[in-house]
């Protein structure tokens, strides 16, 4: 049933009329954002009020032919509502309504229980901007939109022509009185279930008659300006930028907000529609190409995707320039609209950037990194990388070093010696004074387990601990660390170094609980029933794979997983006579040089690759073959020969090819060519399985035909709504970097699940970084340095000791192997897409991004705004006149 008084209403603060042609309808926004809270009774009174007027309950009583009694009551329920505004005016309580943006929908909004209770009031603000915007675009010039951005303070401190209305402090110093609320646009979304991570809760300063508002009708709480400051502060520090309303006049605002591209509907005016001009700041971002390294903070923190990384590098061909249409003197339709801004933001142009921070699974700044080590900013660099990974002094000896096989100065003189590097700044996390430990950015009272100390669980524990959540990580073994612990050697990975990695989780609060098997000691509905929120699935692929030959059951043959998991819990005695390794990987060469540590006489190892094509990485290889280690390459086994239930040899036949013609596993062999060799111990290492147990009884979580758990892509969240995964129990096998890189995006499902209102996808950053085409640079004339390199360790004398014999370089070749990186990547900057907040700023290390005042708008009296916005659209409907035979000249042109 329609409330006729309220849709009146609803007409009266659209400054419309019923039966005129832009008049108000039940189903449209303006009426169903009053229609749950406001009754006929209560329009009947507000129709009495004025603009921007303040009345008195006295002048409105008489107006509405109510008593005072009356009429007070329904002004305040209409000013509880939201659907009019009471401030002290004169020593009296005034009411007066306003606009609707920024203004009544907002308000509505932030009723704290009206907003859950009825969702439509988020909806109904979603749809007013959705219904007004495209009428906007183009039509408002620089500086009048009702909402503009102001750029963070400090963005701007370095130019001199800025002036006090720039400046966010002017505005805080203007006042006495503050509040702080919830952030209305999150609140819409969140009623939605759209929100995008951001969350609402204390995001919005109101400031003077605001402010009285917001905290006498319970909207916000009190606060001093001190810490109206610290609330700007940590907006800041946690990546957001800040609007405010711009309908007060020159210098005159009521609130600051502090936004997100993905969330805040009036930046969806430029990220959606284009419409920059209606709410950038006079400031737009300039990028010294020179200082910038392409560590991508300021491409991932910009509100409006204005910033991309590209090539800094000549090119061989130009890269042609793809000119665009801008709603200045374009017909902005419909199809022009980016409708999925919140799930299509781009990290680079289409041409690609540094190959480094492609390749690198977690997208580290690699760049970035090495920069600051250069400068000799080695508690800075430790920080950059550990914004990616949590584990760099792990990863500084394990690492498959991806970055340098994509390094473009492998087309030089070889790679840039990355690994070397990080490992050198990794060393601060040895030492408690220097390791780096960040700082928790709130305090959210939710449990979340995690199941497995691996890799993939410990850095969804950091990541989650970081965003405040209170993380409790089972492992079912009594040590931390998972396959790092269990399944490396300590000739490469020394326990010290894990453990000093892992103590910064429990210096962040992360508590530990070991020797407990979900599945079997407690159950993931008993974990529930202690209140924990969301699970974490990051078991790994913890057992060895068997072959199913013949005798594989026989004693002394055992999975190379296995072995190496009693070795590293020193629960192995030690091994005699002939050992043979079946397999080619990077296990297998762990196991093998293994059991040379542990009193094998000798030690073979049998794959089918050839040695070019053995999955172990070349340096590994190397190393096995400096220990003494026999390869032989391109043989099978058939049969494990046994002599009273006892192994005594391994037969094998010669293998001709791994790979049928479609790529495709399915060896061939030459039967005729056998060999039949003597062993005392057989260990096979040719992949691992993951083991469940008990953990997924009863849940929906399903698992593919390779015990690898079932699930999305991008959000990590499997069949069970509140678990996820990562890991080797996602993926199979791979490497620790593959994990830790899915151990932080799991973190980020996982804050949006259990927060109301969330979605899993929208806002989230799609890290598709890509490389440039390196058959396009030109490389000529750079110098040709040599790489900097530790001195060798002597097989001889590594095989004898479990303890890492690898150097650390030195200060001195730090300083010379970084002046080697050629700085590929630079970031990208797009001036008509920056609204100029300066968010970006804030990021970068490397004083490379500045803003400069472009413009010198202001905002117009309220009562000038309608006139200047016409006399602007007329302008601009010139231009697009004059605009559209040019274009269809040049398309012409252009097709023929």
């Avoid at 930028?241 to 007060?248: C, E, L, S, W, Y």
């Avoid at 991508?296 to 665009?324: D, F, M, S, W, Y």
């Avoid at 117009?860 to 697009?880: G, M, N, Q, W």
Wanted: glycine fraction near 8%; proline fraction near 4%; include cysteine.
């Amino acid at each position: 049933m329609i409330k006729e008084k309220v849709l009146d209403l609803a007409n009266m603060i659209s400054k419309t009329k019923r039966g005129a042609k832009d008049q108000i309808m039940p189903e449209h926004p303006e009426y169903l954002v009053l229609e749950p809270v406001v009754t006929d009774e209560m329009a009947e009174v507000a129709l009495c009020l004025k603009f921007r007027e303040g009345m008195t309950v006295e002048e409105v009583a008489p107006l509405c032919g109510k008593s005072p009694e009356k009429t007070k009551e329904l002004l305040w329920e209409l000013a509880m509502a939201g659907a009019t505004v009471v401030g002290e005016q004169e020593g009296v309580d005034k009411f007066w309504y306003e606009i609707w943006v920024p203004g009544h929908m907002e308000m509505v909004v932030n009723h704290k229980e009206n907003a859950i209770k009825y969702p439509q009031l988020g909806k109904a603000f979603d749809d007013y901007g959705r219904k007004r915007a495209p009428l906007a675009v183009g039509n408002f010039p620089v500086g009048t939109g009702p909402m503009r951005t102001i750029p963070i303070e400090s963005s701007i401190s370095g130019e001199s022509r800025r002036v006090s209305n720039d400046e966010i402090s002017k505005y805080l110093n203007d006042n006495d009185r503050f509040s702080v609320s919830d952030c209305s646009c999150r609140t819409a979304r969140e009623a939605q279930n759209e929100g995008c991570g951001h969350l609402k809760e204390d995001m919005c300063i109101q400031l003077g008659n605001a402010a009285e508002y917001y905290i006498r009708t319970g909207r916000g709480r009190e606060i001093d300006r001190a810490e109206a400051f610290e609330i700007i502060q940590k907006a800041e520090d946690n990546g957001l930028m800040h609007n405010m309303p711009n309908v007060d006049g020159p210098g005159h605002t009521h609130a600051i907000c502090n936004c997100c591209g993905c969330g805040c509907l009036a930046l969806r005016n430029a990220n959606m529609w284009s419409n920059h001009d209606f709410v950038r700041s006079n400031f737009t971002v300039k990028i010294d190409e020179e200082k910038c390294v392409a560590c991508g903070e300021c491409v991932e923190v910009c509100p409006t995707n204005a910033l991309k990384l590209g090539q800094k590098l000549c090119t061989n061909t130009p890269i042609p320039k793809v000119k665009r249409d801008l709603p200045y003197n374009t017909e902005w339709t419909e199809d022009r609209w980016n409708t999925e801004y919140r799930t299509n933001r781009e990290v680079v142009v289409d041409t690609g950037s540094a190959p480094c921070k492609s390749g690198c699974p977690a997208h580290i700044g690699v760049q970035g990194y090495i920069k600051l080590a250069s400068q000799g900013k080695y508690a800075e660099a430790l920080q950059l990388i550990k914004l990616e990974n949590p584990f760099p002094a792990v990863c500084g000896r394990i690492c498959p070093k991806f970055c340098e096989d994509d390094c473009t100065r492998c087309d030089i003189d070889g790679a840039v010696a990355v690994d070397d590097i990080k490992k050198f700044i990794a060393q601060q996390d040895m030492n408690a004074e220097t390791r780096y430990v960040p700082t928790i950015k709130n305090d959210y009272d939710m449990k979340i387990a995690v199941i497995g100390a691996g890799p993939a669980g410990l850095s969804c524990a950091y990541y989650l601990a970081i965003q405040g959540y209170k993380v409790t990580v089972f492992e079912k073994q009594k040590t931390l660390g998972g396959m790092l612990t269990l399944g490396i050697p300590s000739y490469r990975l020394e326990k010290e170094v894990i453990n000093a990695e892992i103590d910064v989780l429990k210096e962040m609060g992360i508590t530990f609980t070991t020797g407990i098997e979900i599945g079997n000691d407690l159950s993931l509905s008993d974990l529930r029933t202690q209140g924990y929120k969301a699970f974490y699935m990051a078991i790994g692929a913890q057992a060895g794979r068997a072959i199913g030959l013949e005798g594989e059951d026989a004693l002394g043959v055992v999975t190379g997983v296995e072995f190496l998991r009693k070795v590293n819990l020193g629960e192995h005695s030690q091994l005699e006579g002939n050992v043979i390794v079946i397999g080619g990987g990077n296990v297998a060469i762990d196991v093998a040089r293994t059991a040379t540590r542990v009193g094998a006489a000798q030690v073979d190892m049998y794959c089918l690759e050839a040695r070019d094509k053995m999955p172990a990485h070349v340096e590994e290889v190397e190393e096995a073959l400096d220990e003494d280690i026999n390869i032989n390459n391109a043989w099978g086994p058939t049969r494990i020969i046994v002599e009273h239930d006892r192994v005594v040899g391994v037969e094998f036949r010669k293998c001709i090819s791994v790979l049928d013609e479609n790529g495709r596993f399915n060896p061939t062999y030459d039967e005729k060519n056998t060999r039949i060799v003597a062993a005392d111990h057989v260990l096979i290492s040719v992949g691992q399985v993951i083991d469940w147990g008990n953990i997924l009884t009863n849940s929906s979580a399903e698992l593919n035909p390779n015990q690898t758990i079932q699930a999305d892509a991008d959000t990590y969240q499997t069949g069970e709504a509140d678990i996820f995964t990562g890991g080797d129990a996602l993926t199979g096998p791979r490497f620790a970097i593959d994990a830790i890189a899915q151990g932080k995006e799991g973190s980020i499902s996982i804050h949006r699940f259990v927060q109301r209102g969330q979605s899993l996808v929208l806002g989230r950053l799609k890290r598709d970084y890509r490389a440039f085409d390196k058959a396009n640079v030109n490389l000529t004339g750079f110098d040709t340095a040599p790489r900097q390199r530790t001195v060798h360790v002597d097989g001889k004398k590594s095989k004898t000791t479990f303890k890492d014999l690898r150097e650390t370089f030195t200060d001195e070749q730090v300083k010379k192997e970084s002046e080697r990186c050629l700085g590929c990547g630079v970031v990208i900057a797009d001036e008509y897409m920056c609204i100029g907040c300066g968010a970006c700023t804030t990021k970068c290390k490397f004083d490379a991004i500045s803003l400069s005042r472009t413009y010198d708008a202001n905002a117009v009296e309220f009562k000038d705004l309608r006139s200047t916005v016409i006399k602007h659209a007329l302008k601009r409907k010139v231009r697009v006149a004059v605009n559209k035979p040019i274009k269809k000249i040049k398309a012409i042109f252009e097709t023929s």
